[in-house]
């Protein structure tokens, strides 16, 4: 599987890659520059969000809910438009967004962590039914954010440990139990960054300064990676008609004189098959 540059706009801190089942197009960010991006077919889209965001989901055909470093905002695509939906962590000025993803019940989970990455400034919080609940704190790069299928288990993981972590989940999509370690990288010294499972319920994650996405099955057990040019490599996401297209992010943060391949989404055709990221209700 080789993976070629599909767009070229070089993003500092490239992030948050997420396919529109409807439009059938994909948005990811430039979380420090509060940059959404997409393409129509050949056309390069960008629009200024005025402060950082990182993350999306889907409301309808036409809207997007957004994470962003003062909460979850509606965005209107055709418009460029936006308003908030709920605050998170507001009236902080020390932290910002991080990594999101809607939940199978029709939640979204949003991520923060402090500006500088300080030790355990950062937290998940899940919106669901109008509302904003802290799941976890004490985090300080908290990534990863997927489910199963089913949506019974959520992962996640704090990059600087090095490990990807479990979560039962009760019908409600509510945490219920501790978490566990998934899958523990730090023998290898890999960093976690975004995921996205697929439709199996393995879990696919890209992992910073490896240039690569790591497929984990159900149980933990290492399937296969994937390369991309991009050396720190973000966020994953499954796209395409029928969803057998790898979209990953890339970042040029902390790279020194970075060649033109860092900052790029890459996308690959894998014989897997991911799913349609479920619609977030309001």
Avoid at 4 to 20: K, N, S, V
Avoid at 33 to 42: F, H, I, K, T
Avoid at 132 to 137: A, D, K, N, S, W
Avoid at 169 to 176: M, N, S, Y
Wanted: glycine letters at 12%; one cysteine or more.
């Amino acid at each position: 599987m080789n993976a070629t540059i599909y767009d070229a706009r070089p993003c500092f801190l490239g992030e948050g890659a997420f396919w529109h089942p409807e439009r059938g197009q994909l948005f990811w960010f430039d979380i420090l520059r509060g940059r959404l991006l997409s393409r129509a077919g050949d056309q390069p889209l960008e629009w200024q969000i005025g402060e950082m965001a990182s993350a999306a989901g889907w409301i309808d055909r036409d809207t997007l809910l957004i994470s962003t470093e003062t909460g979850l905002r509606r965005f209107d695509i055709l418009t460029g438009g936006h308003e908030p939906i709920a605050a998170i962590e507001a009236t902080r000025d020390d932290t910002r967004c991080n990594d999101g993803r809607a939940d199978p019940m029709g939640g979204f989970w949003a991520s923060t962590m402090g500006k500088p990455a300080a030790p355990k400034a950062g937290a998940i919080y899940r919106y669901y039914n109008g509302t904003v609940e802290p799941l976890l704190r004490d985090l300080t790069i908290p990534n990863a954010i997927c489910f199963a299928p089913d949506g019974r288990r959520a992962y996640f993981a704090d990059t600087p440990t090095g490990k990807i972590m479990t979560l039962a989940l009760d019908a409600q999509g509510w945490p219920e139990g501790a978490p566990e370690v998934f899958v523990d990288l730090t023998s290898e010294g890999l960093k976690p960054d975004g995921a996205v499972t697929d439709a199996q319920g393995a879990v696919w994650n890209a992992q910073w300064g490896a240039g690569r996405v790591a497929r984990y099955l159900p149980d933990g057990s290492f399937d296969r990676a994937v390369s991309v040019a991009g050396r720190n490599s973000t966020c994953p996401a499954f796209g395409g008609p029928d969803f057998r297209q790898l979209f990953v992010t890339t970042a040029q943060e902390g790279m020194t004189n970075p060649d033109a391949a860092q900052g790029c989404v890459f996308a690959l055709d894998t014989p897997i098959a991911g799913r349609a990221e479920p619609r977030v209700a309001l």
